[in-house]
């Protein structure tokens, strides 16, 4: 596989007669990709039915034919103005009832069939038009899915399709009763017209019918993507990809990821740290302006299992952003760092958002590889330099790990469902347990919850609420040291409690008896060193305690290569599980120093100084912000 790099770039913002500068200046960085027109409906059909393409003409053509490969977005996400005089009910509807307008982006509801096959027709037209084009080496299909919030929406047609949905899934307006536990409160139904949207009740709708329009606006969301994948795939090889973004649940990125050929997603590491990541504020200080890091790596594995080992950055930071709550410049060699980082986890490309500043509309505060008056800006410098680096580098594959955590967003869902305790996110207890592993220096592998998990030494399946039979005969059969808990199979797929209680692990003799949700503040010490926080778990059962509470009660229960852990772990606690199954299974663990993080790929080791000062790893020196990498 050979590295490359590219950019984001809007033609549509800039005169024609600037194009072929650009394109120059871009190739000159030692750029590969340019992703274009993912924004650009209003200018491509101007007028319902009247279809404007000779500027992407030119516009391809200006790129192409200065060797770059252009990546051509669908422009599903910005619905022209005149759109919704065809379809004024196709506006996304918030919780609160509100219809969210025109003059933003994303103004769109994934039920509106109506829309749904507009853009599938938009992209068969640049199919038919583009298919062909030797520059058009990729496709991009919409924008982000789920930005700002967009998956669940509670419009009418929604609803109507909700109705049908919950009809196909639960036959007769009784099963639908039973299966939710309607009896409850009087809340039962007499026909699926009865049936609303879980919002805008008196006090908290029931789980099961909140856990039921996740599923459903989940399947909305695959169901658009692939209308307009069918569109494309006649008219093109080239890959289909989507951009994800980071921290995002609210639909099963594996079923849109088996549509496409390639998983990419948006690294915006200082963002991030700013306005999507829980930590202490001195955490938040000392990465100010290198971000998490553990977040980028995190996504980057996670997007690795999406995208079935193919995987891109499609937008990565390369400067201030405009939309988090503080907006630092990045720290200097951050730039070529995310992306050498990577890289190390298995991506294709890295591409950069965006070429030149607007000076205009929402984002004009949002840096570029450009300024505004086209100078380069300082990120310029560090992505040519990555660019001769890359270069220069053998081409090699990532390696399979030893280690895999098991995903699941449905478990996202529940747990949004019914958190019990304010602060329990199943991204924030995936993302835990991911730091713990890499403080210990293992390189990881996500794999899908209802996947295969062959070939690992070690398993982590942190929060699934609900294992399909299939998972748990998996579990039964693997020869891995498998750690489950908190909270596994604690729901059913109907989100209501299982009797026999959870967690029914094959082999396991142990019974959750009682949660408890504990505040920020409190804790559940364990002999020997470390704490639960924010969730612990009463066990019952003969499952021997390998771990107990100060109190006396079982932390950690095992029997052969199963092991439950009664709560969320601190770090401290998390090392200590870690380690003792390191031993059990040969793993070797490193502790690494603070903000230094390690990944092998299938022949380097690639070391990360995420510090704002230099730091030491096996008595090398790695400048703030810097990267080394020798072979394994
Ligand atoms: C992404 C989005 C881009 C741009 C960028 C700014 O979320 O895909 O279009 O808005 O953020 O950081």
Known sequence: M??????????EHWPAERWAEDARLMREAGLTWVRIGEFAWSRLEPEPGQFAFDWMDNAIDSLGSEGLHVVLGTPSATPPRWMLDRFPDMLPVGPDGQVRGFGSRRHYCFSHAGYRAESAEMAARLGQRYGGNAYVRAWQIDNEFACHDTTLSYSEPALQAFRQWCRDRYQTPDALNRAWGNVFWSMEIRSFDELRLPNGTVTEPNPAHVMAFRRFSSEQVARFNRAQVEALRPHTDAPLIHNYMGREVSFDHFEVGRDLDIASWDSYPI????????????HKLAFLRQGDPDVQAFHHDLYRSVGQGRWWVMEQQPGPVNWAPWNPAPLDGMVRLWGWEAFAHGAETVTFFRWRQAPFAQEQMHAGLLRPDAAPAPALTEVAALAREIAEQPEVSAPKATVAILFDYPSAWAWEAQPQGRDF?????????????RKLG???????????FDDYALILAPGIATFSAEALARIEMTDAHVIAGPRTNAKTSEMAIPVPLPPALPGLDTLVTRVSSIPPDASVPVVGGGAFCRWFEDLEGDAPSKLTTEDGRPALVETGNLSYVAGWPDAVLWRRILEDAADRTGLTTEQLPDGVRIRDDATHRFVFNYNQQEAFYRGREIPAGGVASWPK
């Open 425 to 437: 996110h199943y991204f924030e207890l995936v993302l835990d347990t991911y730091r713990a592993l």
């Open 2 to 11: 050979k590295r490359t790099l590219g950019v984001c770039y809007y033609p």
């Open 271 to 282: 963002g991030f740290l700013s306005d999507r990541i829980e930590a202490s504020d001195a």
């Open 442 to 452: 293992f390189s990881i592998d996500f794999v899908e919850a209802s996947g295969h």
